[in-house]
């Protein structure tokens, strides 16, 4: 059977999807990845310490390595016309390890680690595991440190769980402390320290670099599966991978700006720290965004009306109804797997849509041939929360709250379906591209 136009399409967005998540274990790494892809589009880097002379254009920013806010000064409209804003966050749930991690007993080393975000800890049993991050050091040739990317990209670290023998108590809980350091090799005879083994690794991946007689200042390390992403389903109707929350919208967010056409004004905006609350240097919850769109409007007043033209879609993974647990769900909207977008509302305002700015997203959605899905937590069920409250509440920016749905969410492996991804960057692409009006 011959595939149609979309099937390819589809087919070859998801490739390059798994790409980008393969290459994106951490934070740093999907920045680095994100950068890459913009130099190779022609966008400019600009550094925030150094003056800004700013032409029609298209430019980006990096901030602590995890944050990136990209913008193009669109040929045909001015900046008080506003911004198309993409929202999106770089960061997972993780076990990170701890700054002094080492650990032995029973003949084993192991490694101390914290658990960043609400991880589903279960799913962290019995995985592959390897290590990514950053690392600082202090290299003989210079007196301050430099920091560096770091992945070992093979099986480092296991976390089995117990055995059921000894385990007969189906409710007991994992200690955090405890419970969850991760195996990392057999203690033996003078076994390397865990500075030795990242220097050793170093070594490997920047070859260029001398590293004799250097000294390891600091490190920004995570945990993550190996298992890259795959498609399940009898005819491949369903994704599996980590980190779909949220790389999956940064992905979007980063192919959607990248388009050839930069006629217009648009900017993704991709902060830190959502998994623990966005307050930060590179969270939402930091200056990062206001201090760049100082730079690209300096005059207050231009400033904001060229905000108050503006629109930003807050782009996070939604719960999809769980077929095992649909009692978990609101009877009244269930969301399925490959049937679009989800718009999010909360009547505490957890998410930022509102009536106004969910009309603008349903007519983008019909530009581009969608039909979004509605989301709202059960009435007596807590509601979680984006960037996009933080996002519309500092800046004045109307925004939407909306997302692929997920099942699985904050799982080391989760789950959407195979034509969500692209469904998103459908409605991306019509967002940039459509004759809309915001005001």
């Known amino acids: 059977m011959n595939s149609t136009p979309m099937e390819n399409r589809k087919a070859a967005y998801n490739t390059d999807l798994f790409s980008f998540l393969t290459a994106s274990p951490t934070a740093f790494h999907a920045i680095h990845e994100m950068s890459r892809r913009l130099d190779d589009n022609g966008f400019t880097r600009l550094k925030e310490n150094d003056l800004w002379t700013l032409v029609p254009g298209s430019y980006y920013v990096v901030r602590d390595g995890a944050a990136l806010l990209a913008f193009t000064l669109g040929s045909r409209e001015s900046t008080e016309q506003g911004f198309r804003v993409i929202a999106a966050h770089t960061d997972s749930p993780a076990l990170q390890v701890k700054p002094q991690p080492e650990l032995s007993g029973c003949g084993y080393r192991r490694l101390g680690v914290e658990v960043y975000g609400g991880a589903i800890l279960s799913s962290w049993l019995d995985r592959d595991l390897s290590l990514a991050g950053r690392v600082a050091v202090r290299l003989q040739s210079s007196p301050t440190s430099k920091l560096f990317l770091i992945h070992f990209e093979t099986p480092l670290l296991s976390l089995p769980s117990l055995a059921i023998h000894l385990n007969r108590d189906s409710t007991e809980q994992l200690n955090r402390q405890q419970n969850l350091p991760p195996i990392m090799m057999e203690t033996g005879e003078n076994p390397p320290d865990f500075e030795a083994i990242l220097i050793a690794r170093l070594r490997k991946i920047y070859p260029q670099v001398d590293f004799e007689h250097c000294e390891l200042t600091a490190f920004d390390l995570f945990c993550h599966d190996l298992t890259p992403p795959c498609l399940s389903g009898l005819q491949g109707e369903f994704i599996h991978a980590g980190r779909l929350d949220n790389l999956l919208s940064c992905h979007a967010g980063i192919t959607a700006i990248t388009n050839p056409d930069r006629s217009r004004n648009t900017l993704l905006y991709c902060s830190n720290h959502e998994e623990t609350g966005s307050l930060s240097i590179s969270g939402a919850q930091g200056n990062f965004l206001s201090s760049v769109l100082s730079r690209i409007l300096p005059d207050p007043v231009s400033r904001s009306r060229s905000l108050a ?87 004045g920016i109307r925004t939407v709250d909306v997302g692929a749905a997920s099942l699985a969410m904050h799982s080391i492996r989760e789950m959407t379906g195979s034509a969500d991804p692209l469904l998103c960057f459908r409605a991306l692409s019509s967002f940039f591209a459509g004759n809309f009006h915001f005001v």
């Open 309 to 395: 033209s503006s629109f930003c879609i807050s782009l996070d993974n939604a719960h999809a109804t769980h077929p095992n647990y649909p009692e978990k769900s609101d009877s009244g909207h269930e969301i399925r797997l490959n049937r679009g977008p989800v718009i999010k509302y909360n009547a505490s305002q957890r998410y930022a849509t509102s009536a106004a700015t969910a009309a603008i997203f349903c007519d983008i959605c019909h530009d581009a041939g969608i039909a979004p899905q509605k989301f709202v937590m059960r009435s007596d069920m807590p509601c979680g929360s984006t960037i996009g409250p933080i996002t519309a509440a500092a800046h």
